[in-house]
């Protein structure tokens, strides 16, 4: 039976996890946040059961990339979700501008399409003290947040699996 709270609403705040991998897939580029990111996401994953071997980290050069190796891993029946992580800093032009928006809209499209969750931890800082900040810092971890999210999308998937069957 569908968990419902006292106001007959269904989320995904608990619930039962499926079996399958979450992948994971960072970039490299801002090393430092996105190393932190990575251990926010693996630590929030494995509080809620999931082993190591359901948690591939797969790393890309940059935000950009993102996308395209999300859309790859979604391809394997294995994998249930994923979790897009990077940091864009601005700069003198406006290139971030372009990365940001074309990575977020790609993703978006990407889990419409495949009906799989895609968590979007993309930092888009205007300076490297506030990725800083959301990579651990004083404003928490992007990267917990990505797989909070996650695991609560995949709950709430199982919930509507039983009211809202295909």
């Not at 991998?21 to 970039?27: E, F, M, Y």
């Not at 990339?65 to 979604?74: G, H, K, N, Y």
Request: glycine share 10%; aromatic share 2%; proline share 4%.
């Amino acid at each position: 039976m569908t968990t419902e709270n006292n106001q007959g609403e269904i989320s995904g705040i608990d619930g039962t996890l499926p079996a399958g991998k979450i992948v994971i897939v960072a970039s490299r580029y801002n090393p430092a946040i996105c190393d932190s990111l990575v251990s926010g996401s693996l630590e929030t994953l494995s509080a809620a059961g999931y082993a190591s071997a359901q948690t591939p980290v797969i790393r890309v050069p940059g935000a950009w990339e993102l996308p395209s190796i999300v859309d790859r891993c979604l391809q394997n029946a294995d994998a249930i979700a994923a979790i897009a992580l990077g940091c864009v800093i601005r700069g003198e032009t406006t290139h971030d501008e372009h990365i940001n928006r074309s990575v977020s809209l790609s993703l978006m499209e990407m889990g419409v399409r495949t009906g799989r969750p895609i968590a979007f931890g993309l930092l888009t800082c205007n300076t490297l003290e506030q990725a800083i900040q959301r990579s651990g810092g004083t404003v928490g971890n992007k990267g917990n947040e990505s797989a909070e999210a996650i695991l609560e999308l995949l709950r709430l998937e199982a919930k509507l699996n039983e009211c809202l069957p295909a």
